[in-house]
């Protein structure tokens, strides 16, 4: 697999300048086409009027705000990216994570972060990362807050023996046969041999890919799981994390916590999901 075609999205109410020089880095590293998208839409929180007539009018007047918005973020775009031939931009009046998951058809990766805390859960306005994971059909990249650049040189994998986790694999494998150490990471929970097993596995496949890869198996005991897989990540160095997102149900995971919920909202480390 290749990154031939990487898409950013980027959020109405942000700059756009910031991610997306995170994702020209990307582009460039991979000699890929960049595609900038957004999408917003209008909502209403007052009551209609008995007419409509002011009703139809604040629409009106928050989807042109909505379209200027775009059109800022487009000159934004090109103005920093450019406007050559592997440079395009898309932008949409409707539900952002809606619209990014049908567009996603465009590109090998998409490149998203964390929406910034006065915007995040308005569904009208960016994306929801969780329903983005789940309805792409693409591995999501995740930026890290400060935006630095992906170095990749060492990379953890969130091991476990689940169709997400080896979708995530294999989409990664980019990034994994540039880094100097890849280590897959998995918990043992109970019996150690199966998951030894399975972690084995998948270092002797990613070393046929010409991978220098290595397994580690944890006993956390009553530790958060979750939050020992970036710690680890963070003590040797890696700036990635790759994971298959939601092996659980959403719901269940929203519920009970999971790994995907954990990594999502830790934006220290630039995290790849795949489902």
Excluded: C
């Amino acid at each position: 697999m290749a990154y031939n075609t990487i898409m950013v999205q980027l959020d109405v109410d942000t700059a756009a300048t910031p991610r997306l020089t995170f994702a020209m880095n990307l582009a460039r590293r991979f000699e890929a086409d960049l595609i900038g998208f957004a999408a917003a839409q209008a909502h209403m929180f007052v009551p209609p009027d008995d007419s409509g007539i002011v009703t139809a009018e604040m629409m009106r007047q928050r989807t042109d705000d909505i379209r200027e918005k775009l059109k800022a973020l487009k000159e934004e775009f090109l103005s920093v990216a450019g406007d050559g031939e592997h440079v395009s931009w898309r932008g949409e009046l409707g539900d952002p994570t809606q619209f990014l998951a049908i567009h996603a058809r465009a590109a090998d990766l998409l490149v998203t972060g964390t929406p910034a805390p006065d915007v995040a859960g308005d569904g009208g306005r960016t994306v929801d990362p969780g329903t983005l994971i789940l309805s792409a059909g693409r591995p999501v990249l995740f930026a890290s807050d400060d935006l630095a650049p992906v170095l990749a040189r060492r990379v953890v994998i969130a091991w476990k023996d689940t169709r997400e986790a080896r979708r995530a694999v294999a989409d990664a494998m980019p990034f994994l046969t540039d880094a100097q150490e890849v280590s897959v990471i998995t918990i043992a929970e109970g019996d150690q041999k199966t998951p030894r097993e399975s972690a084995g596995d998948v270092v002797r496949f990613l070393m046929r890919h010409g991978v220098k890869a290595g397994s580690d198996v944890l006993g956390v005991g009553g530790a958060n799981h979750e939050v020992a897989i970036a710690e680890i990540a963070r003590e040797t160095g890696a700036d990635l994390i790759v994971a298959g997102g939601y092996g659980h149900s959403r719901l269940r995971e929203w519920v009970f916590g999971g790994m995907t919920r954990s990594l999502l909202a830790d934006g220290s480390l630039n995290r790849l999901f795949s489902n």
